[in-house]
C-alpha cells in the first residue's frame, strides 16, 4: 500500500506482532488526564467544605436573638436622596433637608451642595459657576433662609 499513510505501526519483539495505534494511544492518555483532573478537583472541593464547615453553623444552630439581628437588607441607602452638582454625585442622609434641597431653584441648590458638602469656598464655586463672588454669598445666604423657614415648618 504505497501512498496511503496510516497511524498504525508494527513492532516485533520476539515471536508476536503488536500493532498500535496512535489514535487510541493518545485517547488513552487523554483519558487518564481528565480523570486525574476529576479527581483533583473533587478532592479540592472536599477539603474546601471541610475548612468552611469548621467556621460556618447553620441557621438552625443559631438562637433566636444571632438570628432577630442578623441583617436583612442594606440599610446604607434608606432615606439617602442623591444630588448631581457638575456631574458630581452628592448625597444627603438626612430626608428633611433633603427635601427642602429638592425644592431650591437648581443655582441656589448648587450652591449650597458645593459649599456645605463639597467644601467649596465662596471664591471656588464663584469660578466655577463664572459668577461673582458677592454672588454666590447672598445666593447662599437667601438660600440659608429659604432651608431654615421649610425645615423650621415641617418640625
Known amino acids: 500500500m504505497r501512498g496511503i499513510k496510516t497511524n ?28 486525574k483532573v476529576v479527581n483533583n ?11 468552611r464547615l469548621k467556621h460556618e453553623r447553620p441557621f438552625a444552630d443559631l438562637p433566636d436573638f444571632d438570628i432577630e439581628n442578623i441583617g436583612l437588607f442594606d440599610e446604607r441607602f434608606i432615606g439617602i436622596i442623591p444630588f448631581f452638582v457638575e456631574e458630581i454625585p452628592v448625597y444627603v442622609r438626612h430626608e428633611e433637608l433633603g427635601d427642602a434641597l429638592g425644592e431650591l431653584d437648581e443655582k441656589q441648590k448648587k450652591i449650597i451642595l ?12 464663584a469660578k466655577i459657576l463664572k459668577k461673582g463672588r458677592t454672588t454666590i454669598f ?9 432651608l431654615k423657614k421649610k425645615i423650621g415648618d415641617e418640625s
Open 8 to 35: 498504525q505501526f508494527s513492532v516485533q519483539r520476539g515471536d508476536e506482532m503488536k500493532e498500535f495505534n496512535f489514535e487510541k494511544i493518545i485517547q488513552q492518555q487523554f483519558d487518564a488526564l481528565i480523570k
Open 41 to 51: 478537583r473533587i478532592k479540592d472541593h472536599q477539603r474546601n467544605t471541610g475548612r
Open 114 to 125: 458645593m459649599f456645605y458638602f463639597l467644601n467649596m469656598s465662596d471664591a471656588e464655586i
Open 138 to 146: 447672598e445666593t447662599r445666604k437667601r438660600a440659608l433662609e429659604i
